[in-house]
């Protein structure tokens, strides 16, 4: 059975805004933000859980990282644009920005919800953090929402730009090939060599007949990226 002394009580609401440097009219929307359903399944006083800023917040992440992205990343490509703004806004990222904010401390959840480590788990971090978000729009709009999410954004864009979601080689040179009217590359292992165990691949990038590049790797896939990377860096495509 857990008692009521095996569960930390949350951090005030008052107290978060404040840690957190935000300004509310309405500071029973921050409290609606931090507050789980399952913590009104056990308090009868209280009226209602974040699931619908949670809602809110991720449909206006969704336009500010957009922008954010867009102003911040001027020579990127749609394609790759668009896999970067999914990057950013993955439940595993809200998670990681809610942790650096120490959402967790003011989380209002069930005692066996919190008793099971719902304060460290990456659905419930995230899920609060957008409702967070939905309830700084509510309350003081969309240029708020922007100056919150900045500094945050700002601390993950090189480690984010460099993971191989948003930069693929192979996904940027065929948005090439098919924005010139080419049609679709095709990767062909032009050869192999070493012991079985330690196998070195090349392959050749083709569009029709023509080579646009070769890579080697330790497997055809490693190869297929480094053979996209030398087409894009022959055509100056960056």
């Known amino acids: 059975m857990i008692s009521q002394t095996d569960v930390i009580l949350p951090e005030s609401t008052a107290d978060l805004a404040r840690r957190l440097g935000l300004t509310f009219a309405n500071l029973s929307l921050l409290t609606r933000a931090m507050t789980h359903r399952s913590y009104i399944n056990e308090n009868s006083n209280a009226v209602e859980d974040n699931e619908r800023l949670e809602f809110l917040g991720d449909a206006v992440l969704d336009f500010v990282v957009g922008a954010w992205v867009y102003h911040h990343c001027p020579e990127m490509a749609e394609g790759d644009l668009t896999r970067m703004r999914s990057a950013l806004v993955r439940n595993e990222q809200l998670g990681e920005f809610a942790r ?62 460099m993971r191989s979601e948003i930069y693929d080689p192979k996904s940027r040179f065929q948005e090439w090939a098919q924005s010139e009217k080419l049609g679709t590359p095709r990767y062909v292992t032009v050869a192999s060599s070493g012991p079985d165990h330690a196998k070195i691949f090349e392959v050749e990038v083709r569009i029709q007949d023509r080579s646009y590049g070769r890579g080697r790797g330790s497997n055809k896939q490693v190869a297929a990226q480094f053979a996209a990377q030398t087409a894009l860096e022959t055509l100056g495509i960056h």
């Open 100 to 161: 650096k904010l120490d959402l967790g401390r003011g989380m209002r959840m069930g005692r066996g919800e919190a008793a099971s480590g719902g304060r460290e788990r990456d659905s419930l971090l995230g899920s609060t953090f957008e409702a967070v978000v939905g309830a700084i729009y509510l309350d003081s709009g969309l240029s708020s929402v922007e100056k919150f999410m900045e500094p945050l954004l700002d601390s993950v864009r090189e480690r984010v730009m």
